[in-house]
């Protein structure tokens, strides 16, 4: 049982030591990344897409829900003098 073992960490250790010479040609972060880490940050990039999309329709959805003061105060005043309130 134990070379057994022993071939399978060997093989595990000579793929990642091939994957890490596979992708130490790349100079920049951003790819090395994605080489190293496989399928997954492709999911990862994915979500964090989603999630700045999500971002910047909720901030526009606030802009939007900005009130007119002046509005407000003029029909105010307004309700006030009619003794509506």
Known sequence: MEPQVGQAANAAASGAVHLIE???GYNNFISK???EGGFVMYIIAFIGICVAFLIVNRFMALQKLSVDKTNITENLFTMILRGDI
Do not use: L, P, T
Request: glycine share 0%; charged share 15%; proline share 0%.
């Open 22 to 24: 596979k992708c130490a």
């Open 33 to 35: 990344a994605f080489c």
